[in-house]
């Protein structure tokens, strides 16, 4: 948040809630890798932002709903790890981004936040991020200068395949997949060799690795069929 450009310079958090039902936030944890916070009470509408943030650090009340919370999880300036998750612990959304997002070498230095383009494209990562347009900084509060009404329409392309090892093949794609789909080994078929299972990781939702029955053997070229029914995490099915 330093240097200050226009906005409260201290970290936050904005929340928006895109179901048509009124939720009750109590119980759900913030949570990074170091340390799990656990929301008070507080109702969120349909189509609302909530500002999260450490109490006695700044007053965002004046921008919108905010929630002032007592022990708020920092933010690491250049990566970390963001979750959501229901009192169950379920993850509700869960962001992993990197200074790199900024895409800006001006907004890397501080002072703007990063802002999600299309709220209805939340599979696509790191594409759907951008430093803000705002001349102060960010829009804590309100509509991301950046919004985009795109919809994800498109399954999950596959990037690139790496051999991990003689029995592991490691698959990356280019939006974050379901994961019960990720876990489902039928969506995936290797000419020759069975597979035994498939590793998945929420965390890192857009790698997947597939274990094999038997070792890949040099100086053959192996087939990969990716069934249609391997979906990204809205339910785009691969096509």
Known sequence: PAPAIGQPETEF???????N???????????????????????????AYLILYEIGTADFSALGPSLPLQDFPGRGNTRDRIT??????????QVEYSIEWYQSSTKVNGGYT??????ERPCT???????????????????NSVFSSDLDLEGPALVRATIESEQNIGLQFA??????????????????IAINS??????????????LA????????????????LTDCQGNENL
Do not use: C, H
Request: no cysteine; net charge negative; aromatic share 6%.
């Open 125 to 143: 990562l790191a594409s759907n991020w951008i430093g803000s347009d705002d001349p102060k900084g960010g829009t804590p509060g309100q509509v």
């Open 84 to 93: 959501l998750l229901s009192p169950d612990g379920l993850i509700i959304n």
């Open 21 to 47: 039902k009124v939720i009750q936030l109590e119980d759900f944890i913030l949570a990074d890798p170091s340390k799990e916070v656990i929301l008070p009470e507080q109702l969120i509408l349909p189509g």
């Open 114 to 119: 990063l802002e999600l383009i299309a709220p």
């Open 214 to 229: 038997a070792p890949l053997q040099a100086g053959i070229i192996y087939n990969l069929d990716i069934q249609t029914t």
């Open 175 to 192: 939006e974050a997949l379901d994961e019960m789909s990720a876990l489902t080994t039928e969506n995936f078929v290797l000419e020759g």
């Open 198 to 211: 498939t590793t998945f990781d929420p965390s890192t939702p857009q790698l997947l690795t597939l274990n």
């Open 13 to 19: 958090i904005e929340i928006f809630y895109r179901s």
